[in-house]
């Protein structure tokens, strides 16, 4: 089976894609194009499905840069191939021929560009990360490193939609503490409980920071078993484990 590979049109000529799980050579949970280095899955089929990866985006298998994730706001400015341990979770870079790749399974994966400074980067933003600033930061990042705010755009790929993402009155409690207004990313559910809308949540950080574009492309890992990997999905049906999608972006 071949690769599937996702574009959006917001991007325009920069090569970018996220990748779904077809094409991949590993079997069982992880069956498909399983990335994820973190997981149980056999070393050597992780191997060569980024090895696939890094084909489809016409780079080394070296220049395929991805780090160790730990849902923080850290973002690394990357200027050559890094080694995989290093930990946050964004990266930017001016430098052609590198691509960067993240890691998601509901987590939203956002790749920004912009064009004109010839400035990309890549973000992993679950709750925990856009809420701490990653997405912000990996502007900042990029702004230092020669890209204007007003020319980035940003686009939000395969992530846990509203409907599949039920969430307890604490974690409610907690966002509107924070700020009331957080309430328009809440719809509510039984038992105390309701659905958290990580995408469009994940958009209002983006335009509130002054970005020229964003978007989110509209598919749901969750509900969509067949194309994605999904954490929450094994989790519900008392999985093992689970496989990890790659996104990716280069110049």
Same mark, same amino acid.
């Given at each position: #089976?071949?690769?599937?590979?996702?574009?959006?049109?917001?991007?325009?000529?920069?090569?970018?894609?996220?990748?779904?799980?077809?094409?991949? +050579?590993?079997?069982?949970?992880?069956?498909?194009?399983?990335?994820?280095?973190?997981?149980?899955?056999?070393?050597? #089929?992780?191997?060569?499905?980024?090895?696939?990866?890094?084909? +489809? #985006?016409?780079?080394?298998? +070296?220049?395929?840069?991805?780090?160790?994730?730990?849902?923080?706001?850290?973002?690394?400015?990357?200027?050559?191939?890094?080694?995989?341990?290093?930990?946050?979770? +964004?990266?930017?870079?001016?430098e052609k021929g590198l691509a960067l790749g993240i890691l998601t399974a509901d987590c939203q994966p956002v790749l920004f560009s912009d064009a004109q400074a010839g400035v990309i980067g890549a973000a992993h933003a679950g709750w925990k990360g856009a809420r701490a600033g990653v997405l912000e930061n990996t502007l900042d990042a990029m702004v230092a490193l020669g890209a204007a705010r007003e020319n980035i755009v940003a686009v939000i790929g395969p992530t846990i939609s509203q409907p599949n993402y039920e969430v307890g009155p604490e974690f409610l409690e907690d966002f509107l503490s924070e700020d009331w207004s957080n309430n328009r990313f809440f719809a509510s559910s039984d038992n105390d409980h309701a659905h958290f809308d990580l995408p469009s949540y994940g958009l209002h950080r983006l335009r509130k920071s002054g970005i020229g574009q964003a978007e989110w492309t509209h598919h749901c890992t969750y509900a969509d078993p067949e194309r994605f990997f999904s954490y929450r999905r094994a989790t519900h049906n008392k999985e093992a484990d689970y496989g990890r999608l790659i996104s990716s972006i280069r110049l």
């Open positions: #089976m071949t690769l599937e590979i996702l574009t959006s049109e917001l991007l325009g000529d920069v090569r970018h894609g996220f990748f779904t799980r077809r094409g991949g +050579a590993s079997s069982g949970v992880f069956t498909g194009l399983n990335c994820g280095l973190a997981s149980s899955d056999q070393d050597q #089929m992780v191997q060569i499905n980024r090895t696939r990866v890094a084909e +489809a #985006m016409d780079v080394p298998m +070296a220049s395929l840069v991805t780090i160790r994730q730990t849902h923080s706001p850290d973002v690394i400015t990357v200027t050559e191939p890094i080694e995989t341990d290093i930990e946050g979770d +964004a990266l930017v870079t001016r």
